[in-house]
């Protein structure tokens, strides 16, 4: 027993051999992160550490010859994704906003210490919705996306413009305006882009037309405090990927 503990403190302070390397993760919210600490030597890991880099954050750490794995403030939704003895790969799931940052593997075994970082991102798709005014603006809004959607129209306009939130999680919320007036388009389209979705919604002007709405004059001014909530939901992350409205 003492001399496994003397062997195992050897070890840990053998030169770290810098065998370091980059890993980029990017993630949906509430998707399975898998964070992977690669077998760079031919040799069997005896220790295998796991720590997020920021104070009082989760530890997992594996050591074969007990073989016992100790958490230290860790979630019960990080854990092992496979059996210790063929990789010792963190699983995060469900994953959320506060999972991400940067996250290290130590691997030690006879040869040294073996440094893997990993950089999780989350992303988050935004809820999208297309709506329409009274005077003749269509309002293309992409709710709390991280990173923001890119939102376009067709026909370009020159008519068109956008504002944008920033919420404390980290997601934004953009919200483009299209004014149509003179237009003698038969519809507009808002096209929502994201890393996680992309999406297309049409309002036919034509039904358009005839429809009117009551909308405060606040919603077309720039600079509003926060994005406006839209009464007239119409679209809301359905699954085709083109969704043609009447008004
Ligand atoms: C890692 O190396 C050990 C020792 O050679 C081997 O037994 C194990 O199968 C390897 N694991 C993977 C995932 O290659
Ligand atoms: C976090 O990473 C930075 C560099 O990426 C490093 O300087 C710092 O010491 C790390 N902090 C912890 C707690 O590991
Ligand atoms: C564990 O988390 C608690 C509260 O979040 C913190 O006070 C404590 O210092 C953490 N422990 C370690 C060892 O980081
Ligand atoms: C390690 O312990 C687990 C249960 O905690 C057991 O299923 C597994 O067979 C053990 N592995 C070895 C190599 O003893
Ligand atoms: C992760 O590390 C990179 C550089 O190594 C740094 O730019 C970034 O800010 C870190 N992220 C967090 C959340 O600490
Ligand atoms: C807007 O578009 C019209 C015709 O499409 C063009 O005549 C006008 O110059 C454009 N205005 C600006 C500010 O680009
Ligand atoms: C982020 O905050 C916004 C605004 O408070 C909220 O609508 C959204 O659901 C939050 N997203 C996540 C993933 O927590
Ligand atoms: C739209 O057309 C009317 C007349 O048809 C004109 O008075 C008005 O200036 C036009 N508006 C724009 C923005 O082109
Ligand atoms: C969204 O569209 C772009 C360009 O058409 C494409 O490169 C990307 O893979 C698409 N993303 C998704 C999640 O469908």
Known sequence: ???KWAVLAVLLFL???LAEAQNRVSVEAGHEAVLSCPNISK????????????????????????NKTSRLNCSER????????????????PVNLGDEGNYTCEAVNSEGNFLFFSSLTVIVPPTVTLAHDKSRVAVCQASAGKPPA???WIPASNHSSEEEFHHPNGTVTRVSYFGWTNSSFPSVTCLVTHPAMNQTLVVDLRCAETKTYKFPPSRVRRGAVKPPDI????????SPRSVYVCL
Do not use: G
Request: aromatic share 14%.
């Open 1 to 3: 027993m003492a001399q």
């Open 15 to 17: 030169p770290v051999n």
């Open 43 to 66: 040799v069997h890991f005896l220790l295998v550490t796991w720590k997020r880099n920021c104070s009082s954050c989760c530890v997992l750490s594996y050591r074969r010859d007990h």
């Open 78 to 93: 990080i854990t092992w994704k496979y059996s210790l003895d063929s990789d010792p790969a963190l699983r995060i799931f």
């Open 150 to 152: 890119d939102i376009s």
């Open 231 to 238: 009464p007239e939901k119409i679209y809301e992350n359905y």
